[in-house]
């Protein structure tokens, strides 16, 4: 493929730079958020693949590497050591290597792995040259996490993964603001521009305040001013980030007014921008004011996709405007977890039936049926809009199968009865999984299942679905034991 170019400064960079490597260096440039075209991966794609670990190259490494050439190095070896523990939602990892390795290790890759409709989902959340790492996974609320670690040696050869016991996690969904950054309309006296030295003589550009926005810090206050149209702040969350909530924090005197009426926005190209919310923002006593996505006609949080985030503050041209800190939230709140009995999962066989809703109004009543294969668990959250799935080890939807040989299993999400209230968020709520006795024959049960929790933001349509929480794998017993299930009270695992 002829070297092109002029389809832009990136594209450019991309391909000269696989040129002169002759390599395709699309991971090396995706990991500094590059992305090639279409042109641009063809003429990439005829190099071969670059499977060293270069976007971790530093000057001290290279002159390691070149002064111990015969040093031992870590490529595809079984050399690392770690452990990974979860505080709520921050999930601190211990790092070390054996003592074959010597001082060649460069760093640790740290690799978080999350699992989705059974399938598992790897992303490389930091690189760590310490002996330790921290992960603030709060976006996540209440998922499994588990992690890999591969050491990459000052060669930039990478070892092969050390993979790590999973973990369960529990957070309110607040996004990491890791890589944000915040373009405004506003001028502010905040501004700096830093002197110029003898490596950059020219004047430098300057440093605008609106980071003070998005660093953890409310007490570091961000004022400016648009003079000739409405205020806009454009935060750019780095990748696409699933979002639901965004909280705006001025606490104390502030020399600017804080936000009033607004208009939210959200993009997941910077250019085209869908509208979230509107309206006009009351601090609460604490100096907060946290803003909810809806679909603006239901009581129930949405969840939207979205790397940029446009907040204008509606009518506040050439008035000073402060802000503290915006926070941006994820889904959370929803948990499920598998019930355990006398310290084993309750899973086993159904004793007797069990009649989960009467008869009423000319309709028969519905049980699950004795004999079937019963999954039992807990979960928070809303049953008109959440249901629960079992997957086994390998990914797969646990059930039996029908007279057509079709998969097919049966669930019920129960909640305590909340008389003549409207049905709602619940803390306490159980779920029963079942395969019934007609449709086991054939079935091989799994060795282990965990559980997935969605949401849906319309029960009639499911739009919107989205998985809010999942649970640890359970072991299924070799011999099921014998279950009942009674009305207002828990699973009980008979012997």
């Given amino acids: 493929v002829e070297l092109s170019l002029g389809g832009g400064e990136a594209q450019n960079i991309m391909k000269l730079a696989s040129a002169a490597a002759e390599r395709d260096l699309t991971e090396f440039f995706a990991r500094w958020g590059l992305s090639p075209n279409e042109d641009t991966a063809a003429y990439m794609a005829q190099f071969e693949p670059e499977t060293r670990a270069v976007c971790y190259a530093s000057d001290d490494a290279r002159a390691w590497a070149r ?46 792995i999350t699992l989705a409709d059974g399938k598992a989902q790897r992303e490389v959340v930091g690189f760590s040259t310490e002996g330790s790492y921290t992960d603030d996974a709060s976006a996540l609320g209440n998922r499994t996490v588990s ?13 092969a993964a050390k993979a790590l016991e999973p973990l369960k996690l529990s957070g309110d ?44 810090d409310p007490a570091t206050v961000f004022t400016g001013t648009s003079a000739d149209a409405d205020p806009v702040m454009t935060i750019d969350l780095g990748k696409p980030t699933p979002v639901t909530a965004l909280r705006y924090t001025l606490q104390g005197a502030a020399e600017g007014a804080p936000l009033g009426a607004y208009r939210i926005e959200a993009s997941l190209d910077g250019e085209e921008f869908a509208t979230l919310k509107e309206g006009r923002l009351a601090l609460g006593a604490d100096g907060t004011a946290t803003l909810y996505f809806d679909n603006g006609e239901d009581p129930w949080v949405c969840t939207y996709d979205a790397r940029y985030l446009r907040i204008t503050a509606v009518g506040q041209a050439n008035h000073p405007l402060s802000v503290g800190e915006v926070d941006v939230f ?50 928070k959250g809303n049953p008109a809009y959440n249901v629960v799935m079992l997957y086994d080890e390998a990914g797969n939807v646990v059930g039996g199968t029908d007279a057509d040989g079709n998969l097919v299993a049966s669930q019920i999400i129960l909640a305590p009865d909340p008389g003549d209230a409207l049905l709602g968020e619940t803390s306490e709520g159980r779920w029963v999984y079942w ?40 072991g299924v017993p070799e011999k099921l034991p014998e279950i009942e299930l009674r009305s207002g009270a828990s699973a009980a695992a008979n012997d």
Avoid: C
Wanted: no cysteine; proline share 6%.
């Fill in 67 to 112: 002064a111990n050439k015969d040093a031992a190095d870590v490529a595809g070896k079984d050399v690392v050591e770690a452990s990974a523990s979860a505080n709520g939602s921050k999930v601190t990892l211990a790092l070390g290597t054996d003592a074959t390795v010597g001082e060649s290790v460069l760093g640790y890759e740290i690799a978080r």
């Fill in 147 to 159: 992690y890999e670690v591969t050491a990459v040696d000052k060669f930039l050869n990478r070892s």
């Fill in 173 to 216: 969904g607040q996004h990491a603001k890791d890589g944000w950054t915040v373009a405004t309309n506003m001028a502010s006296d905040q501004d700096v521009v830093p002197p110029a030295t003898d490596d950059d003589p020219d004047a430098p550009a300057p440093v605008p305040a609106s980071g003070r926005m998005v660093d953890d």
């Fill in 330 to 379: 994820g889904p959370s709140g929803d948990n499920v977890e598998l019930t355990e009995a006398d310290g084993i999962p309750a899973i086993g066989v159904l004793k007797s039936d069990f009649e989960y809703q009467p008869a009423m109004d000319g309709q028969a009543a519905r049980s699950t049926p004795k004999g079937s294969v019963v999954f039992t668990g807990s979960y």
């Fill in 435 to 474: 395969i019934e006795p007609g449709q086991l024959a054939g079935a091989k049960l799994p060795a282990q299942v965990r559980a997935e929790l969605y949401r849906v933001d319309d029960a009639l349509t499911n739009v919107g679905q989205r998985l809010t929480s999942d649970s640890l794998f359970a």
